[in-house]
C-alpha cells in the first residue's frame, strides 16, 4: 500500500493569496498523481492529473508540480471560489489512495 | 451530457446488504474502466473497488474485500456494488467515478452519491 502524507490539514487564506498543499508519497510514483477540489455536499472534481497537467476547463491559477514521492498543489491569487477541501491521489499502483485532504479556509 | 448518476443507497442494518447502482449517460460507457469510491460523514476519500472496461480486472479495497462485489452490464451503461455484511463503519456517501483514458489520469467524472447508512 502507497501511503500518503498530505499538509497541511487546514489551511486560512485571503483572497489574492498564493497557497500551496504539500502530498508525499510512502515510495515513488512517478507522476501518477491527481489533484481534487470538493466543496461541500458535492462529489470531488478533477483538477490536475499526471501530477502538473490542468483538467480541460480548470482555471490556470491551479498548478501542479512534483515527480516520485513529492509533490504539491499552489494557487496562484485564491479566489472565493476556491475555498474548499483538497485531495491528492495516487493512481500508480493499487489499490489507489488518497491524501487525508486539506480545507482551505477564509481567514 | 456527460453524467454519473447512482442510487440504491439507504438505511439497513448491521449484517444487512444492499445494491447501488451507477447509471451512465454521454459517453460510452464500454470503454472505461470504473471505480467505487466512499466518503464517510465528516471524513476524507476511500477508494472502495475498480472494474475494467470489460469486466474482466477487479480490485477491492481491503476494508471491504469479501464483502462487497463491483460488477457492470455494458449493455445497460450501468455500473453496481452488491455490499453484504454491511457494518457501522461502511456509512457513507458512495460515489461512483469514471477513469480518465489513458494517456490522461485520475477520476474525470464523478456522480452525485448515494447515502448508505448502517445502523439498528
Known amino acids: 500500500v502507497i501511503w500518503m502524507t498530505q499538509s497541511p490539514s487546514l489551511l486560512s487564506a485571503s483572497t489574492g493569496d498564493r497557497v500551496t498543499i504539500s502530498c508525499r508519497m510512502s515510495q515513488g510514483i512517478s507522476s501518477y498523481l491527481a489533484w481534487y477540489q470538493q466543496k461541500p455536499g458535492k462529489a470531488p472534481e478533477l483538477l490536475i492529473y499526471a501530477a502538473s497537467t490542468l483538467q480541460s476547463g480548470v482555471p490556470s491559477r491551479f498548478s501542479g508540480s512534483g515527480s516520485g514521492t513529492d509533490f504539491t498543489l499552489t494557487i496562484s491569487c485564491l479566489q472565493s471560489e476556491d475555498f474548499a477541501t483538497y485531495y491528492c491521489?495516487?493512481?500508480?499502483?493499487?489499490?489507489?489512495?488518497f491524501g487525508q485532504g486539506t480545507k482551505v479556509e477564509i481567514k | 451530457e456527460v453524467q454519473l448518476v447512482e442510487s440504491g443507497g439507504g438505511l439497513v442494518q448491521p449484517g444487512g446488504s444492499l445494491r447501488l447502482s451507477c447509471a451512465a449517460s454521454g459517453f460510452t460507457f464500454s470503454s472505461y474502466e470504473m471505480n467505487w469510491v466512499r466518503q464517510a460523514p465528516g471524513k476524507g476519500l476511500e477508494w472502495v473497488s475498480y472494474i475494467s472496461s470489460s469486466g474482466s480486472t477487479i480490485y477491492y479495497a481491503d476494508s471491504v474485500k469479501g464483502r462487497f462485489t463491483i460488477s457492470r452490464d455494458n449493455a445497460k451503461n450501468s455500473l453496481y456494488l452488491q455490499m453484504n455484511s454491511l457494518r457501522a463503519e461502511d456509512t457513507a456517501v458512495y460515489y461512483c467515478?469514471?477513469?480518465?483514458?489513458?494517456?490522461?489520469?485520475?477520476?474525470?467524472?464523478w456522480g452525485q452519491g448515494t447515502m448508505v447508512t448502517v445502523s439498528s
Open positions: 491521489q495516487q493512481y500508480y499502483s493499487f489499490p489507489w489512495t
Open positions: 467515478a469514471r477513469e480518465a483514458r489513458v494517456g490522461a489520469g485520475g477520476f474525470d467524472i
